[in-house]
C-alpha cells in the first residue's frame, strides 16, 4: 500500500466524491431531489447566485453569493426563496445551509432557518460557524 499527500487534487476530489455518492445511494431508498443553480439579475446581468445540492429527501444550499452593492436590497432573499420553492417541487422536505459569523446568520434567522450547530473559533480565533436548517 502506498498513500500520497497531492497538492493538486481535482481528480482526486471527483474520485472521491464519486464513490461516496455511489455508496451513500446504496443507503438512500427514496429518489433524490435533483441539484440547481438560481441567479438573479438586473439588466440582464447576474448579480448573485445559489448552488443547491440534493442529499437524500433534504436540499443543501451550498453556495449563497450577492455582489456587494447589490446587497441589502432584497437580492439574496429573493434567491433563497425561488431556492426553497423549487426544492419543495422537487420533492425536498427541508433545506440545510451553514455560513461563517462574518457572513450571514442573521440573514438565514430572518428567513425562518434555526441554527443547529455551531463551531467556535473556526475558521479563525473570534469567528463561529454555523449551521441551519428549515423545513418546506
Known amino acids: 500500500m502506498e498513500v ?12 472521491v466524491a464519486a464513490g461516496l ?7 438512500q431508498t427514496g429518489s433524490l431531489p435533483k441539484s440547481f443553480a438560481v441567479t ?8 448573485g447566485g445559489l448552488v443547491a445540492e440534493g442529499v ?14 447589490y446587497r441589502r436590497r ?10 426553497e420553492a423549487e ?5 425536498a422536505v427541508g433545506a440545510l445551509v451553514d455560513t461563517y459569523s462574518f457572513q450571514a446568520p442573521a440573514f438565514y434567522r430572518m ?3 434555526t441554527a443547529y450547530g455551531q463551531v467556535d473559533d473556526f475558521p479563525e480565533a473570534g469567528m463561529t460557524w454555523f449551521r441551519f436548517k428549515k423545513a418546506l
Do not use: C
Request: aromatic residues 14%; without cysteine.
Open 4 to 15: 500520497r499527500i497531492e497538492t493538486t487534487y481535482g481528480a482526486t476530489k471527483k474520485f
Open 21 to 27: 455518492e455511489a455508496f451513500n445511494r446504496q443507503h
Open 40 to 47: 438573479v439579475r438586473e439588466n440582464e446581468a447576474a448579480r
Open 56 to 69: 437524500g429527501q433534504w436540499m443543501v444550499f451550498t453556495l449563497l453569493w450577492v455582489e456587494d452593492q
Open 74 to 83: 432584497g437580492f439574496g432573499t429573493s434567491l433563497l426563496r425561488a431556492a
Open 87 to 91: 426544492s419543495k417541487k422537487r420533492g
Open 111 to 113: 428567513n425562518g432557518y
